[in-house]
């Protein structure tokens, strides 16, 4: 696993207080994590902080499962 | 007018996490106090508070994890952890789990805070000076505002019925309980769950009730000393934290279910005094007129009154005043007995009156006044027992709790045993 998934991984548990095996691929944070909207902002924001990005709004709404943030925060991470 | 009986308790407090806990240590004498800890204080004046005990959850102690889930504690101030774990063990001593849609629309919540939020709303202050908007917690908001102990609390029980706060600062908890029973009384609810909870020990807390010069600061070194109600030697309260909770029920509805009963709430008062944000009336006129108003609804005359559990926060002039004011309405000769149990868990804010609630509830039912610590020195003035010292045993029939708050409101409510 990167670098990168890991750290999701470590947020993601973190912040939705869920078992690290649930936290695949694939797991949508609102249905299969249990995240509400509200908790979605916040793991968003905590993806910035922790990688030291800017994630727009209209591009937040596109991360829904773990694999699209590691996915996203990859490809940001290599631009800067 | 329906009757209204406390068929549940619960309690979490500077002396332990639970009721029988802290009562029990409570009538043997035990502070609650202590330096403070979890933050700088060397700038302070003021250094000392009561604060909860938290551990594994064993012995009296507060363990978070037991009441609330670790993701749900992260997202608010202590406050609310507070009020949800006093209000679960209140539902539990009552046995009271709705669970049919009736039965949950016909239950409701009124928490009352002082202050809400403060240690949140100081800590994302920051945050937004310091990085910008853009990190300010979605959570800031639903975590430091005071209705949402009771929205907590009824998410997490499901109870569908009038969801109310209060904010009536140190007056808070009585309110809560008085305007939960009105509630029952009108029909609004079968059954309330009410309460208070404070969690103001922090940094900007402290500086504040310094700054007005409500604090004790003459006993750093003696924390266990500093809170002494009525004594010559009080110079300010000592801050405590924590919530009270009562469940509350129409009377035949709680012997219908045959439910424990501990007590009828048959007195409720209140009054604004006009006067001054901070300061009470030198003639305790809005006190007076609480107090009456109280003894009036209850159908009794002050004669009647056996314990009182006093607003009694240590503070040079409103002691004074509360004690001339008592001692005015019961008339020469009085046989009863008031004490401040602030005396040993501090003042509890906004939390006070429905912690002191239980407590006046628990006189009642074990006929023992719990005792005002470190009172050496009454004043001069003093015509009345105010429990010094020990604990006491004696016959109580009727109680009467007092709150008065920052702003100038008074509560009073009078509790007895439901015949």
Redesign the interface.
């Given at each position: 696993m990167s670098d990168v998934a890991e750290r999701v991984k470590k947020i993601v548990i973190e912040?939705?207080?869920v078992d690290a095996d649930k936290v695949v691929d694939n797991a949508n944070f609102i249905e299969d994590l249990g995240a509400d909207s509200?908790d979605t902002?916040?793991l968003v924001?905590a993806f910035?902080?922790e990688f030291s990005v800017?994630i727009p709004d209209d591009a937040a709404e596109t991360i829904v499962t773990v694999g699209d943030a590691v996915r996203f925060l990859d490809k940001a991470t290599a631009a800067s | 007018m329906r009757r209204v009986v406390v068929t549940g308790l619960g309690m979490v407090s500077p002396l332990a996490c639970g009721v029988e806990e802290t009562w029990k240590l409570l009538l043997a004498g035990e502070s609650g106090a202590g330096p403070i800890q979890g933050f700088q204080t060397d700038d302070l004046a003021c250094r000392i508070a009561m604060q909860v005990p938290r551990g594994d959850g064993t012995n009296g102690t507060f363990n978070p994890d037991h009441w609330m889930e670790p993701k749900e504690q992260r997202k608010v101030d202590d406050f609310i952890l507070f009020a949800v774990t006093a209000a679960t063990q209140a539902l539990a001593d009552a046995n009271w789990k709705p669970t049919t849609y009736q039965d949950q629309i016909e239950t409701g919540v009124i928490f009352g805070s002082g202050i809400g939020g403060l240690g949140g709303i100081y800590e994302q202050g920051i945050v937004l000076k310091e990085k910008g908007p853009r990190r300010v917690s979605p959570f800031f908001v639903t975590g430091r505002i005071i209705n949402l102990t009771s929205g907590y609390i009824s998410i997490q029980h499901q109870l569908k019925g009038p969801n109310h706060a209060v904010v009536t600062a140190c007056s808070s908890g009585t309110h809560a309980i008085g305007d939960a029973a009105r509630l029952i009384a009108f029909g609004d609810a079968e059954v309330m769950v009410a309460g208070g909870a404070e969690s103001a020990v922090n940094r900007l807390g402290i500086a504040g009730f310094a700054a007005c010069r409500a604090l004790s600061t003459d006993f750093n070194d003696r924390p266990k000393e500093a809170s002494r109600p009525f004594d010559r030697d009080r110079d300010g309260f000592v801050m405590g934290e924590g919530a009270g909770a009562v469940v509350l029920e129409e009377y035949e509805h709680a012997k219908a279910r045959g439910a424990k009963i501990y007590a009828e709430v048959v007195g409720y008062g209140m009054s604004g005094d006009a006067y001054h944000i901070t300061a009470p009336m030198e003639s305790g006129d809005g006190a007076f007129r609480a107090m009456q108003a109280a003894i009036k609804r209850a159908g009794i005359t002050a004669e009647d009154i056996d314990y009182i559990n006093a607003h009694g926060t240590s503070t040079p002039l409103g002691d004074e005043i509360e004690l001339n004011t008592v001692q005015r309405l019961m008339g020469e000769g009085s046989k009863v007995s008031m004490s401040s149990t602030k005396s040993a868990i501090g003042h509890l804010l906004g939390a006070a009156g429905a912690v002191e609630a239980v407590f006046s509830i628990l006189a009642l039912r074990d006929q023992i006044a719990p005792p005002t610590l470190n009172l050496h020195n009454p004043p001069a003035s003093m015509q009345i027992d105010l429990v010094p010292l020990e604990a006491r045993k004696r016959d109580i029939e009727f109680v009467l709790s007092n709150s008065f708050g920052f702003g100038g409101t008074n509560a009073c409510l009078i509790l007895t045993h439901a015949h």
């Open positions: 912040h939705l207080g509200l902002v916040e924001m910035e902080e800017e | -």
